[in-house]
């Protein structure tokens, strides 16, 4: 019997052992083997260049905020190849791919996107101005599973964007602050910099006094997610704007957004990481990186006011609309009483929000994940439910959604949880 107790003893004291490593976070199940350490690594930098096929005339060109295009070269009279590669590998298959195109005489031409270490996800956006974009025309475009993509494209001396999403990079960011700082409740600060020195900004809009609670949101962790920075700007203009259920929010609580947490990423064209190659919605146990720290300082600043965290939105794209929440039994015993009845809590809001969002719009499916989050993922949502014990969640939309039913969804959820919070 005694050796039996000290066995079990030892038994004990291994299994303690263990189930302390398991508390160190691994990525998502869809995450590829290596790609969620977050320490730095070895990038290969984009060559920023033009390049101009004399015998054909046509030219091709990264030099720009937000391109990706490694190599481009002719392969026959009319078809032209745009090599891309990821900004470090393993990576999840983001493959963003942004250029522009002209020609010294007008000629129609077939470019084959090709990609290093991914495969085609974008259905390509064209532009001739940078500024609006169209997709491109579904009879002048094919996909070939094992060479990427394949374009027609009509080229002249103007130029052409072909882009896998609208261009949204560090000055559309500048320029959209701007129009919220035309408001006289909202104000701006640096919470930062970037690997490359860039400033990461925060805007705070109240015009609610001391102490008061607040609300978060975050985006722009993931370069190409551009649908979640629509999304994030339709939310953002319907809590600064001029209804009557906004003036008596922002009168009652404050609101911190960050909308862009990866500004190296996004102007250099990366397709997930920062400029250390790192995934940030990785890093949110270990903050190595320093986007990741100055959130974090900020979180942990805004946790000494006396004021609350009642709400936290980070805004991502995938394929298809899904918003990642916390299942309401996903901890463990090991949390004490208190805690996970304010994660209870926060479930319940979180979900009477969806249910408002459904009577709203009553046309639009709500895809709610409850599978994917454990208490030790290393993403935003799950370190700021752990933290502030308030409803945290991943709004995702889908890469190619409608942009007027995005910036719809968007403002329809920031009204209703307005309403909802004013309620409480
Ligand atoms: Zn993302």
Redesign the pocket.
Known sequence: MKIYSILSFILLIILNGCSTTQKIPKGLYYDPPGSTITTNKTITPEHKRTITINSSGVSASNEFEGARLNDFFQVNDTLYEAEIEPENAPI?N?AWYSFKLWSNKTQTVWINLKYKDGSHRYYPKLSSDRINWKPIDSTNYFVEKANGAFLKLSLDKDTLWVSGQELITSANYEKWIDKILQNSFAKKKVIGYSSLGKPIEELEISEASDPADYIVLTGR??PP?VT?AIALFSFVETITGNSETANEFRKKFKVYVIPLLNPDGVDNGNW?HNIHGVDL?RDWYYFNQPETKAVKNEMLRLKNLSGKMKFFI?F???QKDVFYISKKDSLNNSIPEDVRLAHERAYDITKKWFAEIGNAFPEYHINIDESLNNPNSPTSDEWIYNNFYCPAL?Y?MGDEDNRGEIKKLASIAATELMKLLIEK
Do not use: A, I
Request: glycine share 8%; aromatic share 0%; hydrophobic share 5%.
């Open positions: 999840n983001s962790l993931h997610e979640g997930r919605n980070d991502h794209s995938t991943t995702e």
